[in-house]
């Protein structure tokens, strides 16, 4: 089953706009994920956040942890065409036989206009 | 360094024929990971091996669905048989979980896009 819920589920937008996309999920986490996806292509991990940090940046990327809301946003500044792509977040729960295990939500499709 | 490699990238079959999916994770990476991701949604995950051993396996379809990883590297998945609803894009992933300070991050091949006729 689905843990995460992305918000928006498309996003269109123009170049050098920033994009933000939220991530809503169920359960008690360890960490979060953000991972994009090319069209027809594999997923390429972005960015990590674990349960006790609020607050991380990689480059143009921000997230933003939010556990007592069990929410997370990511946000992409001055975008590029390149960006576009459909964007994941991931919760993992940490702990036993679930320690490294994902689970992914449905997706935003970001779509960047030049 | 080489990324997660999977065969074939494409394969189209009838319903209730069997096919099989070959994955090479990163070299030194104890876990490995097999998902199965329908269009318009996120992956989902049906096996995790942590070296040659199944951690996770509890969406994986018993009854059409195996998976091996025998020598603690590449892995097959099969599925025999196929059903109309298997079509969907197949990804393998790796990751150094196991180690200490292992990092959580997955790192993903291309994926198989398997459509069933």
């Known amino acids: 089953s689905q843990q995460g819920e992305e918000d928006p589920q498309a996003l269109s937008i123009q170049e050098g706009e920033n994009a933000t996309m939220n991530c809503s999920y169920k359960?008690?986490?360890?960490?979060l994920q953000w991972y994009r996806q090319n069209s027809g292509r594999g997923l390429v991990h972005l960015i990590l956040?674990?349960?006790?940090?609020r607050e991380k940046h990689s480059g143009r990327l921000r997230v933003t942890l939010d556990t007592s809301k069990k929410s997370s946003s990511l946000l992409i500044t001055a975008s590029r065409a390149a960006d576009t792509a459909s964007y994941f977040c991931?919760?993992?729960?940490?702990?036993?036989?679930?320690?490294?295990?994902?689970?992914f939500g449905q997706g935003t499709i970001l779509t960047v206009h030049p | 360094e080489a990324g997660v490699a999977q065969s074939p990238r494409y394969k189209i079959i009838e319903k209730r024929q069997s096919v099989a999916f070959w994955c090479n994770p990163i070299?030194?990476?104890?876990?490995l990971y097999w998902y199965q991701q329908i269009l318009g949604q996120g992956p989902k995950l049906l096996i995790q091996f942590q070296n040659n051993g199944v951690v996770d396996d509890s969406q994986l379809p018993k009854d059409r669905f195996s998976a091996e990883r025998l020598k603690g590297v590449d892995s097959t998945l099969k599925i025999q048989p196929a059903k109309l609803e298997d079509s969907a894009v197949y990804l393998c992933?790796?990751?150094?979980?196991?180690?200490?300070?292992?990092?959580?991050?997955?790192?993903f091949g291309p994926g198989t896009r398997l459509t069933v006729l």
């Open positions: 070299s030194g990476h104890a876990t």
């Open positions: 359960t008690s986490i360890n960490n």
């Open positions: 956040i674990r349960s006790n940090e």
């Open positions: 991931a919760t993992g729960r940490g702990g036993g036989t679930s320690y490294g295990k994902l689970t």
């Open positions: 992933a790796s990751s150094l979980i196991g180690l200490a300070g292992a990092r959580l991050e997955q790192f």
